[in-house]
Structure formats: C-alpha cells, structure tokens
Antibody
C-alpha cells in the first residue's frame, strides 16, 4: 500500500524551530518529487515547498523562503522540513505529498499523508 | 506569483445537479493545472491533472477543461459523496499556488 506518514509536529514558541518528517512506503520514493503543503485552521491549502527526486532542486513559497528547508534521505525513504524562525502564522496542518505519476507539473500531487499539526504560540 | 481565483467560493446544490467551478489564473499557465477534492478532516484527493485528465479511480462524472488562464471543473451529476471543498492548483511557475477553494454544500 502506498503510504506517507508525517511526524514531528507540536507546540513551539515564536522564533523557535521544528523538524517535520514524512516516511514513505509502498512506492519507489527515490524516483519521485516530494512536496509539503499546509492548511491553517479553517483555511485553504497553501503549497510550501518541493524537492526533486534527486535533491538537485528545491523550491519554496515566498512566505517560508529563507526560514524553511526541505530535504530528503532516499536511503531512508524519508522527506524532511526544517522550520526555523517560526511565526504564529505558520500554525497549520502540514501535509507531505508526492507525485508518483511522474513530473509534478504534469501529473499533480497524487499521494498525500494525513498531516502533522504545528502550533506556534 | 501567479494568483488563482476560483468562483464561486461557495455553492449550494442538490443531488443530481450539474455543477461547474471556474479557476482563473492571473497569467497563462498552459495546461499545468490540477483539481483536488477535500472532505472535512481528510487529506486532499487528486481528481484531475494536466487540466483535463481524470486521475485513475476518479468517477467519470468529474471532468476538467481549459488552458491558458481559464479552467473549469464540472461534475455532471452531483452525488451525496461529492459534497466537499474543491481546489485548483497551478504547477506551471514557482511558487506553485492553490485557489482559495470552492465549498459545495447540499441545498
């Protein structure tokens, strides 16, 4: 079964740091790009970051650029999001999502985890 | 950044109705657009990619069309399980962005 399982969320004070993890199983993780998408309470979806299958490229939303870093360990089938200088407005449910159909720009984000909650207060 | 504007933001419809949601991009994005469905407490689900291609396993009552700056998601006959919030996403230019969402509720 294709599965993504996020962890690492929690309560942190403004200015603090947190590292999220996303463990993948059931598909060749090393072959596909990965994303983080967040959803503030009662709000819509916000794309946060994308990393290519080989880590050769990474991209960020303007709201997190310079504060968040996406990375992956293909030997551990795990995606990460290092979040520094956290702000109250970073409070959200953070999803990891993959593009197992192929290139994300064409095939979209087809596999999603259930999310991990980050609260900055 | 490319802005996506969905209309309407809220829609009240009955089972069996034909429903159309529009997504307009602030600049051309070719066909690099996806549609997602999200139910309360659940992760989003991919419905359509490349503007008009139905994701495997998604019922054929869902369809997508458009290119450039204007896109539509159509549900030909609304079913009880379709009541949810729908989002478009552009994957043409970084940063990728989502529309604000369209909530479809039961009339």
């Amino acid at each position: 079964e294709v599965q993504l399982l996020e962890s690492g969320g929690g309560l942190v004070q403004p200015g603090g740091s947190l590292r999220l993890s996303c463990a993948a199983s059931g598909f060749p993780f090393r072959s596909y790009g990965m994303n983080w998408v967040r959803q503030a309470p009662g709000k819509g979806l916000e794309w946060v970051s994308y990393i290519t299958y080989s880590s050769s490229g990474s991209f960020y939303a303007d709201s997190v650029k310079g504060r968040f870093t996406i990375s992956r360990d293909n030997s551990k089938n795990t995606l990460y999001l290092q979040m520094n200088s956290l702000r109250v407005e970073d409070t959200a449910l953070y999803y990891c999502a993959s593009c197992t159909g192929g290139s994300c720009y064409y095939y979209g984000l087809d596999v999603w985890g259930q999310g991990t909650t980050v609260t900055v207060s | 950044d490319i802005q996506l504007t969905q209309s309407p933001s809220f829609l009240s419809a009955s089972v069996g109705d034909r429903v159309t949601i529009t997504c307009r991009a602030s600049q051309g994005i070719s066909s690099d657009l996806a549609w997602y469905q999200q139910k309360p407490g659940r992760a989003p689900k991919l419905l359509i990619y490349a503007a008009s291609t139905l994701q495997s396993g998604v019922p054929s009552r869902f369809s997508g069309s458009g290119s450039g700056t204007e896109f539509t998601l159509t549900i030909s006959s609304l079913q009880p399980e379709d009541f949810a919030t729908f989002y478009c996403q552009q994957l043409n230019t970084y940063p990728w962005t989502f529309g604000q969402g369209t909530k479809v509720e039961i009339k």
